[in-house]
């Protein structure tokens, strides 16, 4: 089971990534467009099309959960699975960042990680 | 108010939206469609800039309607599933969809229906032409049998045209 999840979701896209994120804390789908921007410093403005999207996909894949409502408004959280989902891209992150610093070097930042 | 016929396929949402934005910049704003998309009726505005996109959703839920309400966009409805969205704008032009992942499922559910609806009409079809051939009289058989294979044109066409734009989004993607 969780070797389909990582070959259907991993490399994720950034999009995925964020939208994930942004569920640590239950949000609904606009809440998450402005999470994101303010995140990102307005690098990523997510689409509402590419939001409901994703959104009905992970809660499909149980990578979400529904957490009650706010204003008529749906509200989502993330899932055990989906946390499980973000720590191994995390790991794949961390792996090409710690290996690009390696080669390119002269750096100190794999120090932090 | 003005009346616009205009005839367009699926696949050529852009040219419609781009369009659509053309005609709000010269102070036409749209009011509704009807037959399905294909006559637009447009009211006089002060010209401003709106960004249109065309949309295709198997199922309009509130969730949707909420999220693109929030988001700041307009709906209109065109039936059978495809609603045109606007949204009006100052600096960068706004998207619906900002990751080709969206569009290339988008495509696929519309693929889905599309197929079931050709199996449908062969289905359909297959059994006029076998209840008229087994009949003494046997008149209708050539103009049932040239429908049919008409239909499965149009069908095979529309599929390979959706197909062909998933292939687009790919290689984008």
Request: hydrophobic residues 40%.
């Amino acid at each position: 089971m969780n070797e389909k999840l990582l070959k259907s979701y991993l490399p994720m896209s950034e999009t995925g990534f964020y939208i994930l994120l942004s569920l640590n804390e239950p949000r609904h789908g606009y809440g998450i467009i402005l999470h994101v921007k303010e995140i990102t410093d307005g690098r990523i403005i997510l689409g509402a099309g590419t939001i409901y999207g994703t959104l009905t996909k992970f809660e499909k894949d149980s990578l979400i959960e529904p957490a009650g409502e706010e204003d008529r408004r749906k509200l989502y959280r993330i899932t055990e699975k989906g946390k499980w989902l973000l720590e191994q891209e995390m790991g794949r992150i961390d792996e090409m960042y710690v290996n690009g610093h390696k080669v390119l070097g002269g750096f100190n930042h794999d120090q932090d990680i | 108010m003005i009346k616009i016929f205009k005839f367009w396929w699926a696949w050529e949402h852009e040219m419609i939206e781009n369009w659509l934005e053309e005609m709000e910049l010269n102070g036409h704003r749209l009011v509704e469609t009807k037959i399905k998309g294909l006559l637009f009726y447009f009211e006089r505005c002060n010209p401003v800039k709106a960004r249109y996109c065309i949309d295709y959703q198997s199922k309009l839920t509130p969730d949707y309607v909420t999220l693109l309400k929030d988001d700041g966009w307009d709906l209109y409805q065109i039936g059978m599933g495809w609603y045109i969205l606007r949204k009006q704008y100052e600096d960068e032009r706004p998207e619906l969809y900002t990751d080709f992942e969206s569009l290339i499922a988008r495509n696929k559910a519309l693929l889905a229906i599309l197929l079931v609806a050709t199996i449908m009409e062969c289905v359909s079809f297959g059994n006029m032409i076998w209840d008229t051939y087994n009949d003494s009289n046997k008149a209708m058989l050539p103009v049932l049998c040239i429908m049919g294979s008409a239909i499965l044109a149009f069908f095979s066409f529309v599929i390979t045209n959706v197909v062909m734009q998933i292939t687009k989004f790919r290689k984008k993607h």
